[in-house]
């Protein structure tokens, strides 16, 4: 393993965000996730318009997805990017576990402790 050093002024940031004053919508649309246990995979739905789907992706795992994501340049901002990384995570842990998945919420891991 290799060793991890600081330099000798190295700046320390204390991670924060707020949920309301940070959040924008992508202008190119949004997207409505869903565990899909009869085909034990992920559901995506892509939207422009109110709840309305113009593009279905359907994965196995969130590389698969965000990946087909990128290539088909269906995100502007890198906030949405990291924002549909981290839910198609849950989306992932929860097909696995057997969890209920509702996007935009936390896990309830307490199935699984």
């Given amino acids: 393993m290799e060793i991890v ?25 949004y ?23 113009s593009i279905k992706i359907t994965g196995n795992n969130p590389q698969e997805i965000y990946h087909t994501i990128l290539r088909k340049r269906m995100v502007s901002s890198m906030h949405h990017s990291a924002y549909l990384g981290k839910e198609l995570h849950k989306a992932y842990v929860a097909l696995k576990f057997g969890l209920e998945y509702i996007q935009d919420e936390e896990l309830d891991l307490k199935r699984i402790i």
Avoid at 5 to 29: F, I, M
């Fill in 5 to 29: 050093t600081y330099k000798k002024r190295y700046e320390k940031v204390t991670a924060s965000w707020d949920r309301y004053k940070e959040w924008k919508q992508d202008k190119k649309g």
């Fill in 31 to 53: 997207f409505l996730i869903r565990v899909n246990r009869k085909n034990k995979n992920i559901d995506v739905g892509f939207c422009k318009n109110k709840n309305e789907i």
